[in-house]
């Protein structure tokens, strides 16, 4: 079975300051990985996703993650955030080779302050 | 509608109580899953279906949750006896259905249940 480690629950981080919110996964077989946003009060929304291929993935906003599979980590950078960035973010897998399931780590709420 | 909906948006029952949510997906999807989120915790995979059939029901923690999709669209998910623990945010997803490296999963606002 797969699963996904979110370490950072919480990542404060000044307006027009780089941020990198850390996921790393465990699994035995390939995967797909994925990073979701959830504004307030809106439902998740896919960001970026990472299949196969160039390891660096550039999603919407101005997001991008680099899939690293020799320390299994799929981290989400952004070169400078601005407030409407702050939302929960969720780094999530799925079985390689057309899994429907998503793993979903615990979160990091990303809090982007003035 | 334009997006994945669910009803009510939020519940409040009783323990022992049977509660249903309901999820009306974007149309001409064909996959709808099923997540529940507790507090401070991410998504957590319940039930999975293509077209009228569950797929996928692994994630089910027991036999008092159960869902239907009868007509391939809107789907229902049913939980008997309601039990405190049951509290969380209830999502639901709709895809066109290749999986999902090929589509991509659209989210409901999700039902927030609380059982007291």
């Known amino acids: 079975a797969q699963s996904v480690t979110q370490l950072d629950s919480q990542v404060p981080v000044f307006e027009e300051a780089p941020v990198e919110l850390r996921c790393n996964y465990s699994?035995?077989?390939?995967?797909?990985l994925f990073w979701y946003v959830q504004y307030p009060n809106q439902g998740l929304q896919l960001l970026l996703k990472?299949?196969?291929?160039?390891?660096l993935v550039k999603g919407i906003n101005g997001f991008e993650a680099e899939f690293n599979k020799s320390q299994t980590s799929f981290h989400l950078r952004k070169p400078s955030v601005h407030i409407s960035d702050t939302a929960e973010y969720f780094c999530?897998?799925?079985?390689?080779?057309?899994?429907?399931?998503?793993?979903f780590g615990t979160g990091t709420q990303l809090k982007v302050e003035l | 509608g334009a997006g994945v909906s669910q009803t009510p948006s939020n519940k409040v029952t009783e323990k022992g109580k049977y509660v249903e949510l309901r999820c009306d997906p974007i149309?001409?999807?064909?996959?709808l899953y099923w997540y529940r989120q507790s507090l401070g915790q991410g998504p957590e995979f319940l039930i999975y279906?293509?077209?009228?059939?569950?797929?996928?029901d692994s994630g089910l923690p027991n036999d008092r949750f159960f869902a239907v999709r009868p007509e391939g669209s809107v789907s229902t998910l049913k939980i008997q006896r309601t039990e405190r623990g049951d509290s969380a945010v209830y999502l639901c997803?709709?895809?066109?259905?290749?999986?999902?490296?090929?589509?991509?999963?659209?989210f409901g606002q999700g039902t927030r249940l609380t059982v007291v």
């Open positions: 997803a709709s895809s066109l259905g290749q999986g999902l490296a090929q589509t991509e999963a659209f």
């Open positions: 699994s035995s077989v390939s995967v797909y």
């Open positions: 990472y299949l196969s291929g160039s390891t």
């Open positions: 999530a897998v799925s079985l390689g080779g057309g899994g429907n399931k998503l793993t």
């Open positions: 149309s001409g999807h064909t996959a």
């Open positions: 279906f293509q077209g009228t059939g569950a797929a996928d």
